[in-house]
């Protein structure tokens, strides 16, 4: 072959032979070592998101930050660690907390300062262990959180924060969430030492099952039964079924909230009731808004509960089921919207507890 350095013969085909230029062969080179590189480089991947949506999720980080983003630039991230900056999760969890503390308030006419005591108690700790609960998910998930638009920006997996960094601040947590358990009496400190363990093992929940959400319902409505003892009532006839319509409530506000990531949760592996029911969320939700209404009117039957208790049951019950009826599930934002306002039937809830209390310390029933 005379002009070998100009042509090279690379293979045989069915139909003849494929000669190429040295151009062509050093072009199909470089293609196959770019694929080669992108396949076998450790630690690169393929982008999940581009540079415009990166940025479109920075900016809503930014614009999402209310009063913490005035604090000093260093604090922020721990800030946000802790959710300070959607403190609809706290609300959440500290609501059966206020519930469960002033139903035992009304059954021993408990003065007011002794309940407004116990619920500023609560209220610290529902914001310590949220945070700390927060912090340990954003640990485990920080390789999951970069694969999902809404989580990409959290401190850990924008590697504003250092796993380090997270653990030390989870150990302070910690350390301040114990100081308010030791505000509680003697005989309940175990019973709320104990919810540490599935706040522990939620976030692996969503890489095994997809029910994580009966792992965080589980904890998230702990207060449900810890109210009680914290002051000094162990009436478990009301405690059982208050905790159990607090789950469902959970079981059905945490699905809205998965709906949200269902189409990122899939690419990444998470998984959720959302994925897991589907297009039967409603008609779960339904039913579980019915047992949510059936345990918390027992709970209050079997405290002597009287008209506030009733009301309220009544005008929640109905806000809740009209918040399953309207959500669209495949629209994040109204999936959000309705998450976010949930609180506020768990607050007519309560109106409707405190209002029995103060009836009863005023000598009205």
Not at 5 to 25: C, E, F, I, M, N
Not at 127 to 153: F, H, P, Q, S, Y
Request: glycine share 8%; with cysteine.
């Amino acid at each position: 072959m005379n002009n070998h350095s100009r042509y090279l013969l690379l293979g045989r085909h069915r139909l003849g032979l494929k000669w190429l230029t040295q151009k062509d062969v050093r072009q199909k080179l470089r293609l196959i070592s770019s694929s080669t590189k992108k396949l076998n480089t450790v630690g690169q991947e393929t982008p999940i998101f581009d540079a415009g949506k990166l940025a479109a999720a920075r900016q809503a980080r930014l614009e999402g930050l209310g009063v913490i983003g005035k604090l000093p630039e260093k604090w922020i991230p721990y800030a946000e660690l802790m959710r300070l900056e959607k403190p609809i999760g706290s609300w959440l969890l500290y609501s059966p907390c206020t519930w469960s503390i002033t139903m035992a308030a009304y059954s021993t006419t408990a003065p007011l300062s002794s309940t407004l005591w116990m619920l500023g108690v609560f209220g610290v700790g529902a914001l310590i262990m949220r945070g700390a609960g927060c912090t340990i998910n954003d640990l485990l998930d920080r390789d999951l959180d970069n694969k999902v638009e809404r989580t990409i920006e959290r401190p850990l997996a924008s590697r504003r924060v250092t796993p380090k960094q997270a653990i030390t601040f989870l150990g302070a947590q910690l350390a301040v969430g114990l100081g308010v358990l030791l505000q509680l009496p003697a005989d309940c400190f175990l019973l709320g030492a104990v919810s540490l363990v599935p706040v522990a093992v939620y976030p692996l929940f969503k890489r095994i099952t997809y029910y994580p959400q009966v792992v965080l319902s589980s904890c998230f409505t702990w207060g449900a039964l810890l109210g009680f003892p914290a002051m000094g009532v162990w009436n478990w006839s009301a405690m059982i079924p208050l905790y159990l319509s607090s789950f469902a409530w959970c079981m059905t506000y945490d699905t809205i909230y998965a709906h949200q990531d269902k189409k990122f949760d899939v690419k990444a592996g998470i998984k959720s009731t959302a994925l897991a029911w589907g297009d039967k969320s409603k008609p779960i939700m339904y039913g579980l808004t019915a047992i949510q209404m059936a345990t918390f009117a027992l709970s209050g039957y079997m405290n002597s509960m009287g008209p506030g208790f009733a009301l309220g049951t009544i005008i929640g019950g109905y806000r809740v089921f009209q918040m399953v009826r309207k959500v669209d599930l495949d629209n994040p934002k109204d999936c959000w919207y309705h998450f976010r306002n949930n609180i506020n039937n768990g607050h007519v809830f309560f109106a409707g507890i405190f209002l029995d209390y103060i009836l009863r310390l005023l000598g009205y029933i």
